[in-house]
């Protein structure tokens, strides 16, 4: 039979490699994003490649009436989702007293808040036909504070303790939730959330590809947490024998732009 994934932030980066991974599957997929063109052009692919039904949803997860609109869509469309993927996501860079206020109150709104909302109004049928699947994606980021990207870190930590727990009540319902937790990644994330120059990635960071590949995975497997790549693996463990002083200067450190603090350095302030 064939089963429909709802997939948040399809328009790039993740998104948009787990929509192509659950169109491999020959699951049929609805795309939710702003960029309408991007979503248009990803389903015209996903269906003329891999013979799926891929329908669009343009939304702004930032208006707190998107979650519903988006519900009362697939209503009106007759379109029942067996898998959730709750992915978009963005963040900021700097500190916090100089940050656009509505800018961060909106990634609250994008990050946690419509992710809590479209799971509230999706997981009762889900539960109901004892059957289906929800991937959060999570972070490494929300195992920690993180100074400079202050309200994105705690995001993701209502994002990855949340999930965990929905994941320990759903048990013998046949319904699962997983959070992938991936650490720094090759996308638009970024640019966008102005962190392109940070250490962090400036370090290594994983493709997309492979990130939405294990994160599918687990999700598939009906794993409760996902932290994919040795590294950020290895990263996680160190938190746990740090001091918590050690571990915020750590983040602060990663989170700040390279540039700025050679520059810095060498100017000899
Ligand atoms: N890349 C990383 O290093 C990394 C690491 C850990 C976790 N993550 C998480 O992974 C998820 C996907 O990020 P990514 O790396 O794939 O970033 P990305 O390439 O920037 O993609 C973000 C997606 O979210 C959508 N989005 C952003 N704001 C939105 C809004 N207001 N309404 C609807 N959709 C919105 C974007 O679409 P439109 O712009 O078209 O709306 C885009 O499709 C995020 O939750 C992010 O926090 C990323």
Known sequence: MTKTALITGASAGLGLELAQLFASDKHDVVLVARRKDQLEALATRLATERGVVARVIPADLG???????IVDELKRRNVEIEFLVNNAGFG?????????LLRELAMVQVNVTSLVHLTGLLLPGMVARKSGRILNLGSTAGFQPGPFMSVYYATKAFVNSFTEALSYEL???????TV????ATATEFGKVSGN????LFQMRVMSAPEVAAHAYRAMMAGKAVAVPGLLNKVALQMLRLGSRGMVR????RLNRDKTSLTVRRSSGS
């Open 92 to 100: 900021t860079t700097g500190p916090f007293v100089e940050r656009d």
């Open 196 to 199: 392109d120059r940070s250490r």
């Open 63 to 69: 208006d707190p009436g998107a979650p519903q609109r």
């Open 171 to 177: 048990h013998g319902t046949g319904v699962t939730a």
């Open 249 to 252: 200067g750590v983040a602060a």
């Open 180 to 183: 992938s937790c991936p650490g």
